[in-house]
């Protein structure tokens, strides 16, 4: 009895030595070896979590060595302490290789070509493979049956096994169609309106996405979801540099005029708009010199001079794009509201709330400049009665 408690002293200091060195020798000068160098593999692969799975493999390899020269453990028989001893080890070897998945898709978010990729998911169906395998395994060491004998079974319940897994091959298959067709990506700004999300995209897993959106709330949308939904990635937008400006202001119809001599001399004094209408008003001449007495001539408008104007402010706004990307003042079809005037033109940044602030600026100054045409922006109710019957609201400049 007395030699079995020595003997089981020895088996315990074993697995303690084997770990503490494992811990405390063997790891910590690995570690200051990966330090020295400039990759970032060896550093991930040191990860504490990781070291500490290794090093419970290792104990238990020892111990299998000692059982196999030994024949047994003090207290337990040579059976069970074999399937104890190999099922424990085929644990700690599926945790070590699921740890392993964790640390490559850390690894992933280090490399560009990988780190917008959802590899996440295809490492989760990994883990679900290399666990189902060590549980085949275990029931094998158990039974004392093959490990083929279990795989084998598996195709008697390959339905049951469909049926469960349902949703999980859904996922896995839509995580390979997001990542073929680069659907999305982390970090992507979307618009997913069937799940109310608007927000930045902060992690994509095996069954979920889940974006932020921009009041701070998560929304967490079924990965495969993403393939069969309406899905608005903004990713373009940010890939180009520019963000669309696209609004417009109601003009008053009943403000549209043709311009007087000396309208057009007060708008003279503009530079910005000087060059157009000299330029206009001898086309303007040169084409009534041309045509029947009985046709009426062409005149400027307001309106007109108005887009022309706007046309050149926003060439020359410091914040806008217009060299490479689309720039239009244009005038949509007449509502009940007044005649649209829309702008459509991108901004330099993509900013939001820089974005938002040169909008507002532009319209702004849009606001303030329509007397100096003539024009009155729609207004309903009393104001916009007043205006009509010339009453002094909103008196134009010129």
């Given at each position: 009895?007395s030699?079995d408690?020595?003997?089981?002293?020895?088996?315990?200091?074993?697995?303690?030595s084997?770990?503490?060195v494992?811990?405390?020798?063997?790891?910590?000068?690995?570690?200051?070896?990966?330090?020295?160098?400039?990759?970032?593999?060896?550093?991930?692969?040191?990860?504490?979590?990781?070291?500490?799975?290794?090093?419970?493999?290792?104990?238990?390899?020892?111990?299998?060595?000692?059982?196999?020269?030994v024949?047994?453990?003090?207290?337990?028989?040579?059976?069970?302490?074999?399937?104890?001893?190999n099922s424990?080890?085929a644990?700690?070897?599926?945790?070590?290789?699921?740890?392993?998945?964790?640390?490559?898709?850390?690894?992933?978010?280090?490399y560009?070509?990988?780190?917008?990729?959802p590899?996440?998911g295809?490492?989760?169906i990994?883990k679900?493979?290399?666990?189902?395998?060590?549980?085949i395994?275990?029931f094998?060491?158990?039974?004392?049956?093959?490990?083929?004998?279990?795989?084998?079974?598996?195709?008697?319940i390959?339905?049951?096994?469909l049926?469960?897994f349902?949703?999980?091959?859904?996922?896995?298959?839509a995580?390979?169609?997001?990542?073929?067709?680069?659907?999305?990506?982390?970090?992507?700004?979307?618009?997913?309106?069937?799940?109310?999300a608007d927000?930045?995209?902060i992690?994509i897993?095996?069954?979920?996405?889940?974006?932020?959106?921009?009041?701070?709330?998560i929304?967490?949308?079924?990965?495969?979801?993403?393939?069969t939904?309406s899905?608005?990635?903004?990713?373009?937008?940010?890939?180009?540099?520019?963000?669309?400006?696209m609004?417009?202001?109601?003009?008053?119809?009943?403000?549209?005029?043709?311009?007087?001599d000396?309208?057009?001399e007060?708008?003279?004094?503009?530079?910005?708009?000087?060059?157009?209408?000299?330029?206009?008003?001898?086309?303007?001449?040169?084409?009534n010199?041309?045509?029947?007495?009985?046709?009426?001539?062409?005149?400027?408008?307001?309106?007109?001079t108005?887009?022309?104007y706007?046309?050149?402010?926003?060439?020359?706004?410091?914040?806008?794009?217009?060299?490479?990307?689309?720039?239009i003042?244009?005038?949509?079809?007449?509502?009940?509201?007044?005649?649209?005037?829309e702008i459509?033109?991108?901004?330099?940044?993509?900013?939001?709330?820089?974005?938002?602030?040169v909008?507002?600026d532009?319209?702004?100054?849009?606001?303030?400049?329509?007397?100096?045409?003539g024009?009155?922006?729609?207004?309903?109710?009393?104001?916009?009665?007043?205006?009509?019957?010339?009453?002094?609201?909103?008196?134009?400049e010129?």
């Amino acid at each position: 009895m007395s030699q079995d408690i020595i003997d089981l002293g020895y088996v315990l200091l074993l697995c303690v030595s084997v770990y503490l060195v494992c811990r405390y020798l063997v790891f910590p000068l690995i570690s200051k070896l990966a330090n020295k160098t400039k990759t970032i593999l060896d550093d991930v692969l040191l990860d504490k979590k990781f070291l500490n799975r290794v090093s419970l493999v290792i104990v238990f390899s020892s111990l299998k060595s000692y059982v196999d020269a030994v024949n047994s453990i003090p207290f337990i028989d040579r059976v069970f302490s074999e399937i104890l001893i190999n099922s424990f080890l085929a644990i700690f070897i599926g945790l070590s290789i699921s740890e392993l998945l964790t640390i490559i898709n850390k690894i992933s978010t280090h490399y560009d070509s990988l780190k917008n990729k959802p590899i996440k998911g295809y490492i989760q169906i990994v883990k679900i493979i290399v666990n189902a395998f060590i549980v085949i395994i275990i029931f094998a060491i158990a039974t004392g049956q093959p490990v083929a004998y279990y795989i084998s079974g598996l195709g008697a319940i390959t339905a049951i096994l469909l049926l469960v897994f349902q949703d999980t091959i859904l996922s896995f298959v839509a995580s390979v169609q997001i990542g073929q067709n680069d659907i999305i990506n982390l970090n992507d700004w979307i618009e997913v309106p069937e799940y109310g999300a608007d927000g930045d995209v902060i992690d994509i897993s095996l069954h979920t996405v889940k974006v932020q959106n921009w009041d701070k709330t998560i929304t967490t949308i079924p990965t495969s979801k993403i393939v069969t939904s309406s899905v608005k990635n903004w990713r373009g937008m940010s890939d180009y540099g520019g963000r669309r400006i696209m609004r417009s202001i109601l003009i008053d119809i009943s403000s549209v005029r043709f311009m007087e001599d000396k309208d057009i001399e007060k708008l003279k004094k503009l530079p910005s708009i000087n060059k157009y209408l000299k330029g206009k008003i001898k086309d303007i001449e040169d084409h009534n010199s041309s045509i029947n007495k009985e046709v009426e001539e062409r005149r400027l408008t307001n309106l007109g001079t108005l887009r022309a104007y706007l046309i050149n402010y926003l060439k020359n706004h410091e914040e806008l794009n217009t060299d490479d990307m689309t720039l239009i003042v244009r005038q949509l079809s007449p509502t009940s509201e007044g005649v649209p005037l829309e702008i459509y033109t991108f901004t330099k940044t993509i900013d939001w709330v820089e974005y938002e602030s040169v909008q507002s600026d532009i319209f702004d100054h849009i606001f303030a400049v329509l007397p100096k045409f003539g024009l009155r922006a729609f207004q309903s109710g009393l104001l916009e009665a007043a205006a009509v019957q010339g009453m002094p609201i909103n008196e134009p400049e010129i």
